[in-house]
């Protein structure tokens, strides 16, 4: 096996490599010339689209037929994309790998999953007017050039908003480029644009002229991170400037007759230049290094390094880590360097092994931490288990050594040789994949079809798997050809005790391919009611959404059904969904009554539930302002109960309410007071307290109020009107209908003791001890002890003494004397 350096070149000061990734790569009828190449972020996929500015080979009308067709970084063809929406001038990527493609009318079609759905949007801003010229993308967002120089930026996808930032000069640009927005000192994006012999920075408020006289200048590149600006001259000279244009930091001379098709970042370290099959690496210092090539290269740039892809090959470009420098660089005397040797004899079983660890023993565990680093950024699966071995060896001599690194990285390089297979396609170096995460490496599997690795690698890492299995099966109920219920029982099957799985997704993805009857039986198994629901609606399942409603138990669920029903149904439609569902009838039931009354009454209408309908109308009777009102409403509810036998009760009672009403209407015209919601008892009480009798009387014989109801509402009336004349009056007849009990706690309750007093001796019904305890209530103590003295109660004599004060003792003792004495 050969050195790792073999592929090194310096350039300055520091080592760069070129990693061979892949060979064989396309076919070579291909004419990879005349086609525009972008690649995903991260070593994602690879889109190719025919350069329409280019002549090209006539290979017959199937051939000419456009279209994008995606790659993966090893020239395996993930989706074939046929286009002939007109005119592409904007073709890139997301960071979460969606494809972008915008045409010259602003369209704007945002391809996800590597798949053909798309969502679509316009940039408006007069781009269908004037036309695109031309896009920059980055990571969440892109800007479009249009034909009158105005830029419109749009900053994410999945809701987009199209801006127009400043307005720069009019005269043509001769090249241009981002800044992205989490790079910019305004943080926003800024658009660097070529014009004339100087450069404008663009950004929503400004177009800011740099002064620059050194132009124009033919292509401009941003690095990765924005730290640096590099711009390619007319005479052929690649100018560094710093990100915040104060220093000019390199100037390096091509001496190129012609200018390059391509100048990108090399991370953030070197600039790319690529003539058709020539590359030149231009590092700090103004130091460059040629590669050259047999067929023409493309330039892929990504954060750390920068793919170069040709017919034949996809190489990795890259600076040498500095870890790998410090293991692998000739002459390398470092302590992790070295443990790398002393494993190499430790397999040689030479004794020179422990000589060389004991020579490094101080730093041991920084050399072990170096080769375990140093082994995840290698490609070659040979370097990458020499250098655990070392650091194995390393760890294994020393007597504390914390091993999470070392297992770490072995699990991370058996997932990264993994998806670097040619099969699969994606050379994630270590970096991209730290900044990547395994979960958006798992997404890119899953879009792939790449199933069984992904579960492999879920189950290794212990990640969720039930997004693979939701995505599998979509893709089945699509593309199968089997019968629906083959179908479902497979999905069903494969799918059994799996924690997480959502078959309303899949059954989604089955009705959107047209499937309807095998979307129904595949929410049969969907656990969540909430999931189930939106998607039969969806579908016109409505009555079976309705009782999966019902059966959740969830009440806004079911209101939710109910209203899409009621906006899509006739009314009748509506109510002979509903009579059979309880559930459903008592929530209709308990909404309308507060919001919808008229749909309430055709409710009952439909059902025949006259009582229940007569009772609204009676309660929106009573809710009327005025009498004549309130009167129509109760004979309306009187007209609905005529026919049946059942209600004769509510119906005598809705005619004397109506005879009440009149009656009311008249007294308040008469004596100019309110009696507007009282009943017949409130009625009398008030009349009562107003002196009129007369009315009163005729109130108590029309509607045939008892006489005890009566003397009731009398006595709490005159109570309240404080009319103790009255009270008195009443009191000196013999008998009263209610007893004469009432009377005492009615007037004793309003403070008149003394009237009250006069009530005691006609409660001759009541035990002598409740009499006793009134006329103490009365605060007439002699009178409470008259009536022991009576009754020869001499406990309660000896307890009323015991609470009587100053002469009253002495007149509770003397009657107390004249009790029998007790005998012993």
Request: aromatic share 8%.
């Amino acid at each position: 096996m050969s050195k790792p350096t073999a592929n090194w070149e310096k350039v300055g000061d520091k080592f760069y490599r070129k990693v061979p990734l892949y060979t064989a790569v396309f076919d070579q009828d291909l004419e990879l010339e005349n086609y525009i190449v972008v690649g995903a972020p991260y070593s994602g996929a690879v889109a190719i689209y025919r350069d329409e500015e280019k002549i090209h080979t006539y290979r017959g009308t199937q051939a000419a037929k456009s279209s994008i067709d995606i790659y993966s970084c090893a020239g395996k063809l993930i989706r074939r994309i046929n286009w002939d929406k007109g005119s592409i001038k904007g073709l890139g990527w997301s960071e979460d790998e969606k494809l972008l493609v915008v045409t010259e009318d602003g369209t704007v079609r945002c391809y996800f999953d590597l798949q053909g759905d798309f969502t679509p949007f316009t940039l408006g801003h007069g781009a269908e007017e004037h036309g695109v010229q031309s896009c920059r993308f980055w990571s969440s967002g892109f800007v479009a050039l249009l034909g009158n120089n105005h830029l419109i930026s749009v900053s994410r996808y999945d809701e987009p908003r199209p801006k127009l930032l400043a307005i720069p000069p009019t005269e043509p640009v001769v090249s241009w480029s981002i800044i992205p927005p989490a790079y910019s000192l305004s943080r926003s994006v800024e658009a660097i644009l070529a014009i004339g012999k100087t450069l404008y920075v663009v950004d929503a408020t400004d177009a800011e002229d740099r002064d620059f006289t050194a132009g124009p200048f033919r292509h401009i590149s941003v690095s990765p991170k924005g730290e640096f600006l590099a711009f390619y001259t007319e005479d052929g000279r690649v100018w560094v400037v710093s990100g915040d244009w104060t220093e000019k930091l390199s100037e390096y001379n091509s001496r190129a007759k012609t200018v390059p098709k391509d100048m990108q970042w090399c991370g953030s370290n070197a600039v790319a230049l690529a003539w058709e099959d020539e590359v030149h690496l231009v590092g700090p210092k103004s130091v460059a290094t040629k590669f050259y090539y047999d067929a023409w290269v493309h330039l892929i740039p990504d954060m750390d390094g920068i793919r170069l892809l040709t017919n034949d090959v996809c190489e990795y470009l890259q600076k040498v880590p500095d870890v790998t420098e410090e293991v692998f660089r000739l002459g390398s005397t470092s302590p992790a360097s070295v443990l790398l040797e002393a494993a190499e004899q430790l397999e040689a079983k030479s004794p020179k092994a422990d000589d060389m660890i004991q020579l490094i023993r101080p730093n041991l565990a920084e050399a072990v931490d170096t080769c375990v680093k140093a082994a995840g950024h290698e490609f070659t699966i040979h370097w990458q288990k020499q250098l655990l071995k070392a650091a194995s060896f390393g760890k294994s001599v020393l007597d504390l050594y914390s091993s999470d690194d070392f297992v770490e990285m072995c699990e991370t390089l058996r997932v990264l040789n993994a998806v670097r297979f040619y099969e699969v396609g994606l050379p994630l170096s270590y970096d991209q994949f730290q900044r990547l995460r395994p979960e958006k490496l798992i997404e890119r599997l899953i879009n792939r079809h790449e199933y069984l690795l992904a579960l492999r690698i879920s189950d290794y890492l212990h990640l969720p798997t039930d997004k693979i299995y939701v995505h599998w099966a979509s893709q089945k109920v699509r593309v199968s050809t089997e019968d629906e219920e083959s179908i479902c029982r497979l999905i069903v099957q494969k799918l059994n005790g799996k924690s997480g799985v959502s078959f309303e997704e899949i059954a989604r993805a089955a009705y959107d391919e047209g499937r309807a009857r095998l979307a129904t039986e595949l929410l049969n198994y969907e656990p969540r009611a909430g999931k189930q629901v939106p998607l039969l609606l969806n579908m016109k399942e409505d009555t079976i959404a309705l009782d999966k409603a019902i059966e959740s138990g969830d009440t806004d669920l079911i209101f939710h059904v109910l209203l899409h029903l009621r906006k899509k149904l006739p009314l009748a439609s509506f109510f002979r969904t509903i009579n059979s569902r309880p559930v459903a009838t008592a929530l209709v039931e308990s909404s309308a009554l507060d919001q919808d009354r008229e749909l309430l009454k055709d409710l009952y209408y439909q059902d025949d539930r006259r009582l229940d309908g007569s009772n609204l109308l009676i309660s929106e009777a009573l809710a009327q302002p005025d009498t004549t009102t309130r009167v129509d409403k109760l004979k309306l509810a009187s007209k609905l109960l005529q026919d049946s036998r059942e209600n004769t009760f509510q119906l005598r009672a809705i005619d004397d309410t109506q005879r009440l009403l009149k009656m009311q209407d008249a007294f308040e015209k008469d004596l100019g007071s309110s009696f507007t919601g009282l009943s017949v008892n409130e009625t009398m009480f008030k009349l009562i307290k107003l002196g009129n009798i007369k009315r009163v009387q005729k109130v108590m014989s029309d509607f045939k109020v008892p006489e005890k109801t009566y003397w009731w509402v009398r006595l709490r009336a005159l109570v309240a009107k404080r009319d103790w004349n009255e009270l008195e009056e009443i009191g000196k007849q013999r008998k009263s209908p209610i007893g004469w009990e009432p009377f005492f706690n009615e007037i004793i309750s309003a403070g008149n003791t003394r009237l009250a007093s006069n009530f005691i001796p006609k409660c001759t019904a009541l035990p002598v001890t409740d009499r006793i305890e009134m006329w103490v209530k009365c605060g007439l103590v002699i009178k409470a002890g008259e009536e022991a003295l009576k009754a020869k109660d001499r406990n309660s004599l000896e307890a009323l003494k015991n609470k009587a004060t100053g002469s009253a003792i002495h007149e509770l003792d003397r009657l107390i004397g004249m009790l029998p004495p007790v005998r012993k």
